[in-house]
């Protein structure tokens, strides 16, 4: 698909762009909703934290392994298709966990089928799709818009799953997710184009020049260093956060609002990054941000925690909370192109997901083991701490052999 100023161009963007923030709404908030879910679930099926830690994690691993599959399939019969093909998955693997009484199936339903379905219709694949939307002086503001809205269901999912837990079991709670998970097929068959390559080229990935140039840069690795700090830090208080602040303060209600905030202030603060992203270098943006987060996730650590510091915490960890994905995914593209944005962004967020599947299972095998969530905590300020020095070194200039 070619970028052009006409106005009928000018309304397919506004309609990608549109349909893109919804099915990212659906796919985002549903995710969102297993620190709410982890614990209701491990009582009734009487396991400990670590078995639905280590199904979590097998989830991110899924996801980050099928982020750049995903994309090579996108590459070779379009976008849409391969967007159906994961919103299917995702729908199906959440109808099916709600019947998956052991740790094989939940292994194989929330595990493998969600985190499949995650990789086909989450920022990898929908950012590639709003940033080949629109030329490239908007598309830094774009991809933060899109970021911030598609998160916005962070803010919706974990409040109604908590809802929907005092009137039903959680088996009722992830049927509703599944079947919010089956509105993405419509959306995507009605409103995004094939996208599909043209005629003739390549996507074999040991006969492409451009993909194995990006996979050859230096600066590219330290990229996919600086996302695994992020991922760590993301999946860790997705999951734990809530039952950490159940455990500290004794409300439920307090944990999913915990989440809620982060996504409600994420909106602004992924706004800001991608305004700010088209006129400062990404690299310092992102190293301010890894600053701040272990800064204050320093402080949460060592001042203790009450419902105000609670609240604090997520207002302020929202604000920069998913900001790093419009830069990140804005550097890859302004680096090496968008003809494999989808598979380059997909590699960075393996190391995303690796980063995601650490925090997961650290934090469940921590609380099993020692009854404190303490190390996994300060595990990352360490990594946070490292994406700081990563991302510094970064040559923040397009490569010659890059295309728009």
């Not at 590639?128 to 002086?137: D, Y």
């Amino acid at each position: 698909m070619s970028v052009t100023s006409t106005p009928s161009a000018g309304r397919a963007s506004a309609v990608i762009i549109a349909v893109g923030c919804l099915i990212l709404f659906i796919s985002f908030g549903v995710r969102s909703t297993f620190g709410v879910l982890m614990e209701p679930m491990s009582r009734s099926l009487a396991w400990p934290q670590e078995n639905m830690s280590m199904v979590l994690a097998v989830q991110n691993i899924v996801w980050g392994i099928g982020q750049p599959l995903f994309g090579l399939i996108a590459d070779r019969i379009g976008y849409r298709k391969a967007l159906l093909i994961g919103s299917a998955l995702y729908a199906v693997g959440m109808l099916a966990s709600a019947w998956s009484q052991t740790l094989g199936m939940q292994n194989l339903t929330t595990g493998v089928l969600v985190g499949a379905g995650i990789s086909g219709t989450s920022f990898g694949m929908i950012l590639a799709v709003i940033g080949r939307s629109v030329p490239l002086e908007r598309r830094s503001f774009v991809l933060g818009m899109g970021t911030a809205l598609g998160s916005a269901g962070q803010v919706v999912f974990p409040i109604l799953t908590q809802q929907v837990l005092l009137w039903f079991s959680w088996n009722g709670a992830v049927i509703m997710l599944g079947l919010s998970a089956m509105l993405m097929v419509p959306l995507i068959a009605l409103g995004i184009p094939a996208m599909k390559p043209a005629p003739g080229s390549s996507i074999a990935l040991s006969n492409n020049r451009h993909l194995l140039n990006a996979l050859r840069d230096p600066d590219f690795f330290l990229i996919v260093l600086g996302f695994f700090s992020c991922g760590y830090q993301l999946s860790f208080i997705s999951a734990h956060f809530p039952g950490f602040v159940t455990d500290l303060c004794g409300s439920p209600t307090l944990g999913a609002t915990a989440i809620a905030l982060i996504g409600l202030v994420n909106i602004v603060g992924s706004l800001v990054a991608g305004h700010l992203g088209a006129r400062y270098p990404k690299k310092y943006l992102l190293a301010m941000i890894y600053s701040g987060r272990t800064v204050i996730c320093t402080a949460f650590v060592l001042i203790p925690a009450t419902p105000t510091t609670v609240v604090l915490f997520s207002l302020i960890m929202g604000a920069i909370w998913l900001s790093t994905v419009p830069l990140t995914s804005g550097l890859v593209s302004e680096l090496f192109g968008t003809q494999h944005m989808a598979t380059l962004f997909g590699i960075v967020f393996l190391g995303h997901q690796i980063g995601s599947a650490l925090g997961v299972w650290v934090g469940g095998y921590f609380l099993d083991s020692y009854h404190t969530y303490l190390p996994a905590w300060w595990f990352g300020v360490a990594v946070s701490a490292l994406s700081i020095l990563v991302h510094l070194p970064i040559r923040e200039q397009k490569r010659a052999w890059a295309t728009a």
